[in-house]
């Protein structure tokens, strides 16, 4: 009965290679979004979808790529991962009109 | 626009002391405010909310106070417990579409025995 999930919970992989997360909700949510924590703590939103149409796009570079193949799902697919790329990376879900938002366990990334 | 700012950390209580995690704001419109906890190895969840000028959000012993005339959400528990150190997120949201969060740097909090 988990409300929203991620997989895998850790992924390690070597420079240069291409990985994808996965992010699903059973809440019934009709936004989600992709955040990134570093190792301070500091968290920054990435990407939000809203119905399947992108809806925040914040700098981070065109390597990532977000994918909605429906309302329940968002995954994130990086190509050419570098060492910066390594950070603990949480998914979120929202109902529109209420703006409290759900939050994944996380993706624990290491890029060695 | 809109940003949050709070309080650096860490911060090492014992258990059992009155704990303030302060916060102010900066937004536009009429936001929503949160507080989020993180514990260690886990996701953020929602601690506590307010939507509105002078509510106030309370869960688990935490309090906070939506002050528009400050700017503020500061957090407050009376009486820590080992079980509530943590990573604590004040968060603003503004809603409508896409609903963008603007999350603080988060203050580690840990309460020693």
């Known amino acids: 009965d988990t409300a929203v999930s991620q997989t895998p919970k850790y992924l390690v992989t070597q420079m240069g290679n291409d990985k994808s997360i996965k992010c699903e909700q059973n809440?019934?949510?009709?936004?989600m979004y992709w955040y990134k924590q570093d190792s301070k703590k500091f968290l920054k939103i990435m990407f939000s979808?809203?119905?399947?149409?992108?809806?925040i796009n914040e700098t981070v570079p065109n390597r990532f790529s977000p994918k909605s193949p429906d309302k329940a799902h968002l995954n994130l697919h990086i190509n050419s991962l570098e060492l910066g790329d390594s950070a603990v990376y949480f998914c979120?879900?929202?109902?529109?009109?209420?703006?409290?938002?759900?939050f994944g366990p996380g993706t624990r990334l290491t890029v060695t | 626009g809109n940003s949050v700012t709070q309080m650096e950390g860490p911060v090492t209580l014992s258990e059992e002391a009155f704990l303030t995690i302060n916060c102010t704001y900066t937004?536009?419109?009429?936001?929503?405010l949160f507080w989020y906890v993180q514990y260690p190895g886990e996701g953020l969840q929602l601690l506590l909310k307010?939507?509105?000028?002078?509510d106030k959000g309370s869960n688990k012993g935490f309090e906070a106070t939506y002050r528009k005339e400050t700017t503020s959400f500061h957090l407050e528990k009376g009486s820590v417990q080992v079980s509530d150190s943590a990573v604590y997120f004040c968060a603003l949201s503004e809603g409508g579409g896409g609903n963008q969060f603007y999350f603080g740097t988060g203050t580690s909090l840990t309460v020693i025995p």
């Open positions: 979808y809203n119905n399947k149409e992108l809806i």
């Open positions: 809440l019934g949510h009709d936004t």
């Open positions: 937004a536009t419109g009429y936001p929503s």
């Open positions: 307010a939507t509105k000028a002078d």
């Open positions: 979120a879900s929202s109902r529109t009109g209420n703006s409290e938002q759900y």
